[in-house]
């Protein structure tokens, strides 16, 4: 994993810069690890992925974000994901979601406490919280299959598990093709973009006066034209690289690891944990 860049605070003198990290985006980038979670099956851990979400979908109760934050939890502590594995998000991220926890909480949902003239309702403030936790466990959940799994294993365990569904002519594998490759792209659209950032960065210069809006139009221009550029460029180093390996077709019809006994107990145990939440969610 690349090491976060330092930028300089705008505005600040010389003397008294100080090194921010800039907001980065990690999912898709494998851990290496030889853990239990990084050798099971891609299958195995995309089914528990989706496990997961619909016991969160089904009964979502202050219990359930309990156990799944468990269930994660371990899964974190066995593959061994290290802090700097998760992204640096921008800070008015974290601004949005405490305004929209400030307006749920003076809204009127039963219970509502008055602290002085100010009344907070607990009930709308006690529920945004509780979807706000399901919403992070299951993104972290997702994440952890992809800071364990290889963008290649993907399409393979996809096609596997959707083979079933070609009986019913279905174009699974059309669809395998497009995920896979959407997957493959996405970290090189979020490297490009970091580094058009960079070169914005060291070539940018604060101009007064009128100047100012046509050096907007022009920073713009630029930045539109060379994101074109890049982007045929990587399609093109892509495609060649697609059809040194065989060709689209080759993507879905690839080799995967195979289903062991690790696997199936996985699965199991997430499954009997989904499976209890969902009753004990519908009592």
Same mark, same amino acid.
């Given at each position: 994993?690349?090491?976060?860049?330092? %930028?300089? %605070?705008?505005?600040?003198?010389?003397?008294?810069?100080?090194?921010?990290? $800039?907001?980065?985006?990690?999912?898709?980038?494998?851990?290496?690890?030889?853990?239990?979670?990084?050798?099971?099956? *891609?299958?195995?851990?995309?089914?528990?992925?989706?496990?997961?979400?619909?016991?969160?979908?089904?009964?979502?109760?202050?219990?359930?974000?309990?156990?799944?934050?468990?269930?994660?939890?371990?899964?974190?502590?066995?593959?061994?994901?290290?802090?700097?594995?998760?992204?640096?998000?921008?800070?008015?991220?974290?601004?949005?979601? &405490?305004?929209?926890?400030?307006?749920? +909480?003076?809204?009127?949902?039963?219970?509502?406490?008055?602290?002085? !003239?100010?009344?907070?309702?607990?009930?709308?403030?006690?529920?945004?919280? =509780?979807?706000?936790? &399901?919403?992070?466990?299951?993104?972290?959940?997702?994440?952890?299959?992809?800071?364990?799994?290889? =963008?290649?294993?993907?399409?393979? *365990?996809? #096609?596997?598990?959707?083979?079933?569904?070609? +009986?019913?002519?279905?174009?699974?594998? $059309?669809?395998?093709?497009?995920? *896979?490759?959407? =997957?493959?792209?996405?970290?090189? &659209?979020?490297?490009?973009?970091?580094? =058009?950032? *960079?070169?914005?960065?060291?070539?940018?210069? $604060?101009?007064?006066?009128?100047?100012?809006?046509?050096?907007?139009?022009?920073?713009?221009?630029?930045?539109?034209?060379?994101?074109?550029?890049?982007?045929?460029?990587?399609?093109?180093?892509? #495609?060649? +690289?697609? %059809?040194?390996?065989?060709?689209? !077709? !080759?993507?879905?019809?690839?080799?995967?690891?195979?289903?062991?006994?690790?696997?199936?107990?996985?699965?199991?145990?997430?499954?009997?944990?989904?499976?209890?939440?969902?009753? #004990?969610?519908?009592?």
């Amino acid at each position: 994993m690349s090491s976060p860049a330092a %930028t300089r %605070t705008p505005g600040a003198p010389d003397g008294g810069d100080r090194p921010r990290r $800039e907001a980065e985006i990690t999912f898709l980038r494998l851990v290496p690890g030889d853990s239990a979670v990084h050798r099971l099956w *891609a299958g195995t851990k995309l089914l528990a992925a989706t496990e997961v979400a619909i016991a969160a979908s089904i009964a979502p109760s202050w219990l359930t974000l309990l156990v799944l934050a468990c269930v994660v939890g371990m899964a974190l502590l066995v593959a061994q994901i290290p802090l700097g594995a998760f992204p640096r998000l921008p800070r008015g991220l974290y601004l949005f979601v &405490l305004l929209g926890l400030a307006l749920d +909480a003076i809204s009127s949902a039963k219970p509502v406490v008055h602290l002085g !003239a100010l009344p907070i309702s607990f009930g709308a403030l006690g529920d945004a919280v =509780l979807f706000l936790g &399901l919403g992070v466990v299951l993104i972290v959940s997702a994440a952890v299959v992809g800071w364990t799994t290889p =963008l290649g294993s993907v399409a393979p *365990a996809l #096609a596997r598990l959707t083979r079933p569904l070609r +009986a019913l002519r279905i174009p699974v594998d $059309e669809w395998i093709v497009a995920l *896979a490759l959407a =997957l493959r792209c996405l970290p090189l &659209l979020v490297d490009e973009m970091r580094t =058009l950032a *960079a070169a914005r960065r060291l070539r940018r210069h $604060e101009p007064t006066g009128g100047r100012r809006r046509g050096r907007v139009v022009v920073e713009i221009h630029d930045l539109v034209s060379t994101a074109i550029v890049v982007s045929l460029r990587r399609a093109h180093d892509l #495609a060649d +690289a697609i %059809t040194a390996r065989g060709g689209i !077709a !080759a993507i879905s019809s690839a080799t995967d690891d195979r289903f062991g006994w690790a696997d199936a107990i996985t699965l199991l145990l997430v499954s009997a944990v989904c499976a209890a939440l969902a009753l #004990a969610g519908r009592r």
